[in-house]
């Protein structure tokens, strides 16, 4: 019964994670304007960043769920904490970027264009 548990939990664990919406070329095209220069690549790694680092203590935040200006101002100040509890600088500038990009890039994305808010 203990085993049955578990596994349930990882599963519904594992589902709930799965919420965020998966970077396409459209979302990079979206913001092409805002962000020249930008891949699909560096959109996959601010959500591997995201995943890797904000994900292990704000579960199952969406980057839909803050305004651009709020995510502009939490995200320094939750890498220069992320970094001071590592002990190190775990999030380098260039991270930290690429994670704010992201952000800003899947905030809006899924949304038809009434629903967004401009970047």
Same mark, same amino acid.
């Given at each position: 019964? %203990?085993? /049955?548990? /578990? /596994? ?6 594992? $589902?709930? $994670? &799965?919420?965020?919406? +998966?970077?396409?070329? @459209? ?5 092409? !304007?805002?962000?020249? #220069? ?7 790694? #601010?959500? &591997? ?15 839909? @769920?803050? !305004? ?12 220069? %904490?992320?970094?001071? %509890?590592? #002990? @190190?600088?775990? /999030?380098?500038?260039? $991270? ?8 800003? +890039?899947?905030?809006? &994305? #899924? ?9």
């Amino acid at each position: 019964m %203990k085993k /049955i548990s /578990i /596994i349930s939990t990882l599963v519904i664990l594992c $589902s709930c $994670s &799965a919420k965020l919406i +998966t970077p396409t070329q @459209s979302d990079v095209d979206r913001v092409s !304007s805002n962000y020249p #220069g930008y891949t699909l690549a560096d959109l996959n790694q #601010g959500k &591997a960043i995201f995943i890797k680092n904000c994900d292990e203590c704000h579960k199952f935040k969406k980057p839909s @769920s803050q !305004s651009e200006t709020e995510w502009q101002e939490v995200v320094p100040e939750m890498v220069a %904490k992320a970094n001071k %509890k590592a #002990g @190190s600088i775990i /999030i380098d500038a260039k $991270s930290q970027e690429q994670l704010l990009k992201y952000l800003l +890039t899947m905030r809006t &994305a #899924g949304k038809t264009d009434t629903e967004k808010t401009p970047l």
